[in-house]
């Protein structure tokens, strides 16, 4: 019996073809009394098949569970299920992105992880009506080394899944890895079809950015860094009428999976102390777009006094040298007061004494967003929280230390955690 977690549109794929294939397979759902028995799944013809569902809260272990939400549901998902899952039960990974493993090992053994790479095309049209949208392949290998392929992995084969095994898939989740990048977020931020981004200043910044993860994929060495731009032009210009699923997610205004396609990504750059000016500000612009947190930080914000709803909410400014935190040197973290997210910490401190908090550098590049400010008649960069999209105040060029940058920040955006 295969177990699949996630009836959306790769689930209900997977559970037709290994229907199809007279392999047993099931969903797991929270609430199975709103489906009915009948699943539907439109290719050349409309095929109804009759798959089971198993309610989540049953205690019956799973052998081989398939997880196909999207990368940020993996966490809740494995959590749901927790009580079913055993030492030897294992887990085949359907997200997008990379570093699941990190989620997925608190729950099974490293070495019942599998992970699948997956290019065919599927949508839902309604909650139990899938279109196929195009054939692709099934791109399945384990987390650690095995001496064989298990079992399992002939039911995928006999299913219409052009199903691959590989010994070692972690270059086949960077190449999907470093296509995803280029292409998702792009087109979520100038809302528009994969083709779309072949057109104007579009296309320009799409081959700035191909062109510096082509120099990083060289530097890593990987057999398709020379291919790489061919490989995402041949995507876009295949798949040129698609709305992606970053982009669909922004749309509905639901977590998307931006840290575990381009966050894991700029990681790996940082690491390698890899210098990647646009995938930075792709980061950066993405996150003053559809900041995560936004909905939430604006709710507590609702019950900020005056100055601390207009610095954060309405990008003011608090009066120089009358901060809490201008003269503040405990040791931990300075966090984010909207949303709770890490910004900085006592490391990156200094004083600079210009009459407000001044860090060097932030804890996690990732946090801080960027954008230009031309009010006041000035030229300068504003910062923002990138989780919430909050404002914190402005960065300089003229840092005193090795970094040679200044966070200028407001003590109203921040809170404090000490460290024991």
Same mark, same amino acid.
């Given at each position: ?84 899952? &055993?030492?030897?039960?294992?887990? @085949? #990974? ?6 699941? =493993?990190?989620?997925? +090992?608190? /729950? ?117 860094? &020379?291919?790489?731009?061919?490989? @995402? #032009? ?6 040129? =009428?698609?709305?992606? +699923?970053? /982009? ?173």
């Amino acid at each position: 019996m295969i177990s699949i977690l996630g009836a959306g549109a790769i689930g209900q794929l997977v559970a037709h073809k290994l229907t199809d294939a007279l392999v047993d397979c099931q969903f797991i759902v929270r609430d199975p009394e709103k489906y009915e028995p009948s699943w539907q799944i439109v290719d050349d013809n409309v095929i109804s098949r009759v798959i089971s569902v198993s309610d989540i809260t049953d205690e019956l272990s799973i052998e081989l569970l398939a997880i196909t939400v999207k990368a940020p549901q993996l966490a809740q998902a494995l959590e749901s299920v927790k009580h079913r899952l &055993t030492a030897t039960s294992q887990v @085949i #990974l359907f997200q997008n992105g990379m570093g699941h =493993e990190k989620v997925a +090992s608190q /729950y099974v053994p490293p070495e019942n992880i599998y992970f699948a790479s997956n290019t065919h095309g599927a949508y839902r049209q309604s909650l139990q009506h899938l279109i196929y949208a195009g054939e692709g392949q099934l791109s399945i290998g384990p987390l650690m080394p095995i001496s064989k392929v298990p079992g399992w992995f002939e039911d995928f084969e006999q299913a219409d899944f052009s199903a691959v095994w590989h010994r070692d898939i972690e270059p086949i989740l960077l190449k999907k890895l470093f296509i995803n990048a280029c292409i998702n977020p792009l087109t979520a931020i100038y809302q528009c079809k994969n083709g779309e981004l072949l057109e104007g200043n579009k296309k320009t910044r799409l081959l700035s950015l191909i062109e510096e993860n082509q120099r990083f994929a060289k530097q890593l060495n990987v057999e398709f860094a &020379t291919s790489l731009k061919e490989m @995402i #032009l041949t995507v876009i210009e295949k798949t040129a =009428e698609n709305y992606n +699923s970053m /982009y669909q997610d922004v749309t509905k205004g639901i977590e998307t999976e931006i840290n575990a396609i381009n966050g894991y990504l700029l990681d790996l750059m940082s690491q390698h102390k890899f210098k990647a000016i646009h995938n930075w500000q792709l980061w950066s612009d993405f996150h003053i777009s559809f900041p995560p947190k936004q909905a939430f930080a604006k709710e507590r914000a609702k019950s900020f006094e005056s100055l601390q709803y207009q610095v954060t909410q309405q990008a003011g400014t608090e009066r120089p040298f009358t901060g809490r935190f201008n003269q503040h040197s405990e040791t931990g973290n300075y966090i984010c007061v909207c949303c709770d997210s890490v910004l900085f910490d006592q490391n990156g401190k200094f004083d600079s004494h210009c009459g407000w908090p001044s860090f060097d550098r932030s804890t996690n590049n990732k946090a801080i967003a960027y954008r230009d400010d031309l009010s006041h008649g000035m030229s300068r960069t504003e910062i923002l929280c990138a989780q919430c999209g909050s404002h914190l105040g402005h960065v300089f060029d003229d840092g005193p230390t090795e970094t040679g940058v200044r966070f200028c920040v407001n003590s109203a955006s921040l809170d404090f955690t000490p460290k024991d």
